[in-house]
């Protein structure tokens, strides 16, 4: 990461403290590592980033329909996923400093240092080593490459490592009241089985037919080792995934359209295209026979934030090995009972917040009408995810602005969600909307006595236009509409 990268992202955690988006949990205890609180702004936000993400998925898609399951589930669907033997990363520990670190990690942060030397070739050299060594599962080899390249441990600086080793990431407790009886389970690490074991309950009560998807948005927990990231790596964090059930061989369309599907959700929210790319994977997880990352450019690089995974029968197979219950289904249109071929799209909702701050953060710097300078961050939301649509400001606190103004709220608070304020010029008033993404500011003042008109200000481009009250409401419906 440069160092103009390192400070913007500096910037917008702060940011989003002092501006109740972000906070560290626990905080008055010094923190819990990699575990994060939303505050006001933030718990708007992520709802409605959640909310479109559902809207788009269960209304926009007429097969598709959603579910809740529980984060607790049956032991043995853990062992099914195959999450219990291969839910596991590589990784190394540093003798000197007891660091842990993921193999991965380790090397990419190396490669980066590389790249911000210039060293291109080298940087792409041990980038592609590294990929063919992780396909293979060749850990000696891995653990040769971090020797032969000298990377150190950033606590030590040594390279006293130890033998690579695999490490799960579910966290684990017990169920049952009785010391004894108790029994191991697992805090789900992924949302997605609670789809698939739900599969049949589904597919019969809503009366589904194949191709048809089942989504869902919950928390899911992780014991990541390097979680130094802000939120973008998370012990506890939430997704948003969808199981799209199809028939056997088709897997390769749906796989390409879903692909496409979910580059434009992103793009629908006014991003530039060029701040994404695809990298398909070269190392498949172990129930996949086709995957990709969607990434996007965070200050901290281009990094995944959503995955498309092609995970064929796998899932609903194994679960019917150990249930020892049929999950197929009868496919009239062929005459035929199968189990289904799965598409899943999965995104993590806390880093797709992280994607909407890191794009929306600016600091900008004005020229005024007489050449004089000023400056401002403003958070450019898309106008339909901010936390707060509209706030609404009379001019000064008498003369009877302020009830003009609770009455305009009042009109308006059904449909969007609004903001009142009265301290302050009206200059410092638009600044801390500006900062918290408030696309819209309505201004009261004395001309609105004679002909009931407002100045409606635009956050973006700071222009303002003079409206009638009865006007406001549907004229920023109309921009708020899905
Ligand atoms: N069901 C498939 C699955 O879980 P994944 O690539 O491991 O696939 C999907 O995770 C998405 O979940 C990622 O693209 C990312 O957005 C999010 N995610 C994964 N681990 C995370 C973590 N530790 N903190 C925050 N988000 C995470």
Request: glycine share 4%; aromatic share 12%.
């Amino acid at each position: 990461m440069s160092v103009q990268q390192e400070n913007r992202f500096q910037a917008i955690i702060s940011h989003a403290k002092e501006y109740g988006f972000v906070f560290p949990s626990s905080e008055i205890y010094d923190g819990l590592s990699a575990v994060y609180d939303y505050g006001p702004n933030g718990s708007e936000l992520k709802k409605n980033i959640r909310d479109y993400w559902w809207k788009s998925m269960t209304q926009m898609h007429e097969n598709i329909v959603g579910i809740d399951a529980a984060i607790f589930m049956h032991p043995t669907i853990w062992k099914a996923s195959g999450h219990v033997d291969n839910f596991s990363d590589p990784m190394i520990d540093n003798k000197d400093s007891k660091k842990r670190y993921r193999v991965d990690h380790l090397i990419e942060a190396h490669a980066e240092k590389l790249a911000m030397e210039g060293k291109k070739e080298e940087e792409y050299a041990l980038l592609k080593t590294m990929d063919e060594l992780l396909a293979k599962e060749d850990y000696a080899g891995l653990k040769q490459l971090i020797e032969d390249n000298k990377i150190t441990c950033s606590v030590s600086e040594t390279s006293n490592w130890t033998d690579i080793r695999q490490f799960n990431l579910m966290f684990s407790t017990q169920i049952g009241a009785v010391a004894g009886e108790a029994e191991t389970i697992y805090l789900r690490p992924e949302t997605a089985q609670g789809i698939f074991v739900n599969f049949l309950n589904v597919q019969k009560t809503a009366r589904l037919k194949i191709p048809f998807g089942i989504a869902q948005v919950g928390k899911a927990f992780r014991n990541e080792i390097v979680a130094r990231q802000f939120i973008f790596r998370m012990r506890e964090f939430e997704q948003m995934e969808m199981q799209f059930f199809i028939r056997p061989g088709t897997q390769k369309e749906w796989y390409e359209f879903w692909k496409e599907e979910r580059l434009k959700w992103h793009l629908s929210l006014g991003i530039p295209k060029e701040k994404y790319q695809y990298h398909p994977h070269t190392k498949l997880a172990h129930y996949a026979d086709a995957a990709l990352d969607i990434e996007y450019e965070f200050p901290i690089g281009f990094k995944e934030v959503e995955g498309i995974h092609s995970r064929t029968d796998f899932d609903l197979s194994s679960h019917q090995k150990y249930s020892g219950k049929k999950l197929t289904y009868f496919d009239n249109e062929i005459n035929q009972h199968y189990v289904p071929y799965v598409i899943e799209t999965s995104i993590g909702l806390d880093r797709m917040f992280l994607l909407i701050l890191s794009h929306s953060y600016d600091e900008e710097i004005i020229t005024k009408e007489d050449g004089s300078k000023d400056s401002r961050v403003v958070m450019h939301i898309p106008e339909k995810l901010a936390p707060i649509k509209l706030a609404v400001l009379p001019l000064v606190k008498k003369d009877g602005l302020p009830e003009i103004a609770r009455s305009i709220i009042a009109g308006c608070k059904p449909y969007f969600k609004c903001f009142y304020e009265e301290k302050d010029a009206i200059g410092k008033r638009y600044r801390r909307q500006d900062a918290i993404g408030t696309p819209f500011c309505v201004t009261v003042d004395h001309q609105t006595k004679e002909d009931n008109t407002v100045t409606l200000r635009y956050r973006d481009s700071m222009e303002q236009e003079r409206i009638h009250i009865d006007a406001i409401k549907d004229k920023l419906l109309l921009r708020l509409l899905f």
